[in-house]
């Protein structure tokens, strides 16, 4: 089904925007048309919006709906039966989540997006791998949180995975300069949430006044800002932050939502992030009307992988700006853009902000 | 042990089964243990039994018991 299965084996930035934006026509038509008919609520959405799914649209005339819809309601575009994993935000203790219904065939497609968009940034061999997290956040395999899954999919990526955080999220300092000393000098990726990185292991070798040589490491790390930049650290102080602790010269942001998990955005060695094949950006006015370049407004999401839950059109409670396209000097394809942070108001989420310290 | 002896070997203990488990209907994500974590550790158990290193996309690929044979051939491991 979809055009997905005609770009799934592409390169994964190699779609120029204008031959994407006719792919994508297509393939949304497609997609709204299926959600719209195997999942009742999406269609009085659409209903509503006196939207017909079966005439050709403009790819910003595709209905999006709020991402906090799926905390409220249950969608889902499959038969119960063939939902095999409900994947859950990390919602704080007393927030609402989002409650994401994924089949087997979803779940395929969000492995593979994730690894080929990763895969684009770190190479396709297998580094030994520091999870700057606890060995528990993967242990309830009922519980699919937003972070459990991030660890276990960029697991994939790994060989020698080795926790930095014991199960109360301190900083196992004999485990890490073990992991240093015999990776010295090698490639090697961590990975980790934000916030996590920043509070338990970044500030910990501060105070303990220890250095790690992981000079040619890749640190890949997503989850959100919002608790950070209360504290002031925005992307370039946590940058420079890395490099004093660990040595790390490359660090790449991501940005995703657990409703469009595998078809994440990730951060090139110019600091934007990028939208591969599997997914774009539209940035909108309060009226929502589409921003031009370099004009902030709401952060509307597009992923071609939510077969199982109409999740490929959203509107985040993010604020951003589309800074260009096809002309990034890293020579990736597609759009870039950038993240300025929460929309004023919104619900605070972002599964790095979990950790509620006590 | 022969190839085959540690592959399935591999198998039994990562997702406690028995050896009349091992069987072309043995795949990913159908049997309750072999989810995305038991996924993980399979691999480790089979790059530790062969002094292997798998590449990501053949993990990504290695979707049933049968079609790991086709996978290991890759790495000089004929079952």
């Known amino acids: ?358 | 042990m022969t190839n085959k002896e540690k592959y399935d070997k591999a198998f039994i203990e990562t997702f406690s089964l028995k050896a009349s488990d091992l069987n072309d209907t043995l795949a990913y994500n159908e049997n309750p243990a072999w989810d995305s974590i038991g996924h993980m550790s399979m691999v480790a158990a089979l790059e530790d039994a062969f002094g292997i290193a798998l590449e990501t996309d053949d993990i990504i690929n290695f979707s049933s018991y049968k079609k790991g044979f086709e996978l290991l051939a890759k790495y000089g491991v004929a079952l």
Request: aromatic content about 10%; some cysteine.
């Open chain 1, 1 to 358: 089904m979809f055009a997905i299965d005609r770009i799934i084996d592409r390169p994964p930035f190699s779609l120029a925007q204008r031959e994407k934006e006719e792919l994508y026509a297509a393939a949304l038509r497609e997609l709204t048309r299926h959600h719209s008919k195997r999942c009742p609520p999406y269609r009085r959405i659409l209903d509503t919006l006196d939207f017909d799914p079966d005439l050709a649209h403009r790819v910003e005339n595709i209905p999006f709906i709020p991402v906090r819809l799926f905390k409220e309601y249950e969608l889902a575009s499959v038969a119960r039966p063939q939902v095999f994993k409900t994947m859950t935000s990390s919602g704080t203790s007393g927030q609402a989540v989002s409650r994401i219904f994924l089949d087997r065939e979803t779940a395929a497609l969000q492995t593979k997006a994730l690894a080929k968009i990763t895969m684009d940034f770190i190479g396709a061999k297998r580094l030994p791998l520091l999870i700057i997290d606890t060995p528990s956040a993967v242990k309830d395999r009922s519980l699919f949180s937003a972070r459990g899954a991030g660890i276990l999919g960029f697991s994939m990526f790994g060989r020698n995975v080795t926790y930095a955080l014991d199960d109360a999220l301190r900083l196992d300092l004999a485990t890490v300069e073990a992991f240093s000393a015999e990776h010295a000098g090698k490639d090697v990726l961590l990975f980790g949430f934000t916030y996590m990185i920043w509070e338990y292991f970044h500030k910990e070798l501060a105070r303990l006044k220890r250095r790690l040589g992981l000079g040619k490491g890749i640190l890949i790390h997503g989850g959100g800002w919002k608790k950070l930049n209360d504290q002031a650290v925005d992307n370039n102080v946590f940058k420079h932050g890395l490099q004093n602790t660990c040595g790390i010269e490359r660090v790449h942001n991501y940005y995703g939502l657990v409703e469009q998990t595998g078809s994440i955005f990730m951060e090139c060695k110019a600091g934007v992030l990028h939208a591969s094949i599997f997914s774009d950006v539209i940035i909108r006015r309060p009226d929502f009307s589409v921003c031009g370049a370099r004009e902030a407004g709401l952060v509307q999401l597009i992923s071609l992988l939510p077969l199982s839950y109409p999740g490929h059109s959203l509107l985040t409670e993010d604020a951003g700006e589309w800074l260009g396209q096809d002309d990034c000097s890293c020579g990736r394809l597609g759009k870039y853009f950038k993240i300025n942070g929460r929309v004023q108001n919104a619900e605070t989420r972002g599964c790095s902000d979990a950790y509620e310290p006590a």
